[in-house]
């Protein structure tokens, strides 16, 4: 079945440490990829995003991610991670990129905690 | 930028009653709009899509008829929990989609006793 996975569940880090957290997808055809993040108690809000182009897409607050079309892969990367940082992150997947108005479906997602 | 208005954010009802939970685009039109249910410490599970003027589309496993949705205009849905039970109780978030993006409300608590 199409989907989207997010293998890390928990991840627990230092400030100042490297974050690299996966999401790999079972859609064969062009994707259109996201990462959000929830901040407790508050809604999702947009990291980045991938239609097409640059493979390496960068977004806010210093997250960027890297689209391995041969892997499936999404990757959420920040090479410094404070504790601000902690948060929920979900990966998404719009398997239908020709229409901007189709559902888009979550991984599982990773609760990050960064130990000041 | 876009922005998505969900109400109530937190809603406490008895059991048997009915719940009615509103998602409003602020300052864009939304001809789709999608509903989702997050459990505590878990993903957002899409419920439905909300098509203005039309039937909504129900992913597999959600009751239709326990879940009403309606797309009345461009800028308002509604997701209705009808005859609410404790194991209705959870995090309903909607979202509206323009294009290139989607913008999420802010959810709305729904706690049934």
């Known amino acids: 079945a199409q989907s989207v996975s997010q293998h890390n569940h928990h991840v627990i880090l230092s400030e100042a440490a490297s974050l690299e957290l996966g999401c790999n997808y079972s859609y064969g055809g062009t994707v259109n990829l996201f990462w959000y993040v929830q901040y407790p108690g508050q809604h999702l809000q947009l990291l980045l995003k991938y239609f097409s182009g640059d493979p390496l897409v960068k977004g806010i607050k210093g997250f960027e991610a890297e689209f391995i079309k041969s892997k499936f892969s999404f990757n959420l990367r920040k090479p410094s991670v404070q504790w601000s940082d902690t948060a929920e992150y979900f990966c998404a997947v719009n398997a239908n990129p020709m229409d901007s108005s189709y559902k888009l479906i979550f991984g599982s997602g990773t609760r990050l905690l960064v130990r000041p | 930028g876009a922005v998505v208005s969900q109400h109530p954010s937190r809603v406490i009802c008895k059991s048997g009653t009915s719940v009615k939970i509103e998602c409003r685009s602020l300052?864009?039109?939304?001809?789709?709009m999608f509903w989702y249910r997050q459990f505590p410490k878990q993903s957002l599970m899409l419920m439905a899509t909300s098509n203005e003027g039309s039937k909504a589309t129900y992913e597999q496993g959600v009751e239709k008829d326990k879940f009403l949705i309606n797309h009345a205009s461009l800028t308002l849905s509604t997701l209705t929990v009808t005859s609410a039970h404790p194991e209705d109780s959870s995090f309903y978030i909607c979202?509206?989609?323009?294009?290139?993006?989607?913008?999420f409300g802010s959810g709305t608590r729904l706690t049934v006793v």
């Open positions: 979202s509206a989609t323009r294009t290139g993006g989607y913008t």
């Open positions: 300052d864009f039109q939304a001809t789709t």
